[in-house]
């Protein structure tokens, strides 16, 4: 009996040290994985949501840009570390979605090696051309692509990318023929694309807005399926193609077995951070939709665009090496 007593008493111990720990996450910086360049649409957004999240959190949030490998070395590295909160990253359609279909062997598994927590974004792209192309609109560029197959040459910020794979269901909707170049960076396309390297990019709206504003580069549609608030004189390319829809996605993930409760306070902040004014003006500055989700709507959203995604690499022959 007295025993049992100095068992139970030992128990209800340890239990009473071991709540102020777990309720005490986070207590030190969190460090957030982008693997991709720094200047990018996906670096832009999560710095800009970052330090709403910190004050949310009371403790900085450290952007840790690693690019890479189609979001392979950043995303293998939020694979190996501790799944206690403090290491988490970006992740978007490329690294949970269109990787599978591309790379000769993904060496993560999305539902195995990853927690996703919330998707946080929408983000639409915007097809621009170079100024001395002689298209102003989309049905003339397919008639100019058309009369002149293999001659217009697409840039894009590497395989498998929205700004790659978009413009590979464009050529598959209308018919056309054009080579794809693809880059390292973005900015080292848009240069390409400003000098006539290249004629045309169909590149995230943060990245091609400016350029089209500044009378840089010409826009000629979005790939939303209505036209943008953010841009209402710029047409959808559904508008000429009927169907034809492309959106980039993104949020935050973390290492597999990641405790409920972190993930839980995890989610439930991120929400909140993508309500705040700061946050929602600053996301609309660089065209990107608002899109909250639970863990299990973000895993679905994965699962459903690795299998539509899935068909238009086949189509395009598109490989990473």
Do not use: C
């Given at each position: 009996?007295?025993?049992?007593?100095?068992v139970?008493?030992?128990?209800?111990?340890?239990?009473?040290?071991a709540?102020?720990?777990?309720?005490?996450?986070p207590d030190?910086?969190?460090r957030?994985?982008?693997?991709?360049a720094?200047?990018?649409?996906?670096?832009?957004?999560?710095?800009?949501?970052g330090?709403?999240?910190?004050q949310?959190l009371?403790?900085?949030?450290v952007?840790?840009n690693?690019?890479?490998?189609?979001?392979?070395?950043?995303?293998?590295?939020?694979?190996?570390?501790?799944?206690?909160?403090?290491?988490?990253?970006?992740?978007?359609?490329?690294?949970l979605a269109?990787?599978?279909?591309?790379?000769?062997?993904?060496?993560?598994?999305?539902?195995?090696?990853?927690?996703?927590i919330?998707?946080?974004?929408?983000l639409?792209n915007m097809?621009i051309?170079?100024n001395?192309v002689?298209v102003?609109?989309i049905?003339?560029?397919?008639?100019?692509a058309?009369?002149?197959?293999?001659k217009?040459?697409?840039?894009?910020?590497?395989?498998?990318?929205?700004a790659h794979?978009?413009?590979e269901?464009?050529?598959?909707?209308?018919?056309v023929?054009?080579?794809?170049?693809?880059?390292r960076?973005?900015?080292?396309?848009?240069?390409?694309?400003?000098?006539?390297?290249?004629q045309?990019m169909?590149?995230?709206?943060?990245v091609s807005?400016?350029m089209?504003?500044?009378?840089k580069?010409r826009?000629?549609?979005?790939?939303?399926?209505?036209r943008?608030?953010?841009y209402?004189?710029?047409?959808?390319?559904?508008?000429?193609?009927?169907?034809?829809?492309?959106?980039?996605?993104?949020?935050?993930?973390?290492?597999?077995?990641?405790?409920?409760?972190?993930?839980?306070?995890?989610?439930?902040?991120?929400?909140?951070?993508?309500?705040?004014?700061?946050v929602?003006?600053?996301?609309?500055?660089?065209?990107?939709?608002?899109?909250?989700?639970?863990?299990?709507?973000?895993?679905?959203?994965?699962?459903?665009?690795?299998?539509?995604w899935?068909?238009i690499?086949?189509?395009s022959?598109?490989?990473?090496?």
């Amino acid at each position: 009996m007295f025993r049992r007593l100095l068992v139970s008493i030992f128990t209800l111990a340890i239990i009473a040290i071991a709540a102020p720990a777990a309720a005490a996450y986070p207590d030190k910086p969190i460090r957030l994985i982008v693997p991709s360049a720094p200047g990018g649409a996906p670096d832009a957004l999560m710095r800009a949501l970052g330090p709403q999240l910190a004050q949310q959190l009371g403790v900085p949030i450290v952007i840790d840009n690693k690019p890479g490998g189609s979001y392979v070395i950043g995303t293998m590295e939020l694979v190996r570390s501790a799944p206690d909160g403090y290491t988490l990253a970006y992740g978007n359609i490329v690294s949970l979605a269109t990787n599978k279909s591309l790379l000769p062997a993904v060496p993560y598994d999305v539902e195995k090696d990853l927690t996703l927590i919330a998707n946080t974004l929408r983000l639409s792209n915007m097809m621009i051309v170079n100024n001395s192309v002689p298209v102003r609109t989309i049905p003339e560029l397919i008639a100019y692509a058309k009369r002149n197959p293999g001659k217009l040459a697409f840039g894009s910020d590497g395989n498998g990318t929205t700004a790659h794979l978009g413009v590979e269901l464009f050529k598959a909707m209308t018919g056309v023929n054009m080579l794809h170049v693809p880059y390292r960076a973005a900015t080292s396309a848009i240069t390409d694309l400003i000098g006539g390297g290249i004629q045309l990019m169909m590149i995230n709206t943060p990245v091609s807005a400016p350029m089209a504003q500044a009378g840089k580069a010409r826009a000629l549609g979005v790939s939303s399926a209505q036209r943008l608030a953010a841009y209402p004189d710029v047409p959808a390319i559904a508008e000429s193609v009927p169907g034809f829809e492309v959106s980039a996605w993104g949020g935050i993930v973390g290492p597999a077995h990641m405790p409920k409760d972190i993930v839980t306070r995890l989610n439930r902040e991120i929400r909140i951070a993508l309500e705040s004014p700061a946050v929602r003006e600053r996301f609309k500055v660089l065209g990107a939709e608002i899109a909250p989700s639970t863990p299990e709507e973000f895993l679905d959203l994965s699962r459903r665009e690795t299998v539509k995604w899935a068909k238009i690499v086949k189509f395009s022959g598109a490989r990473i090496d």
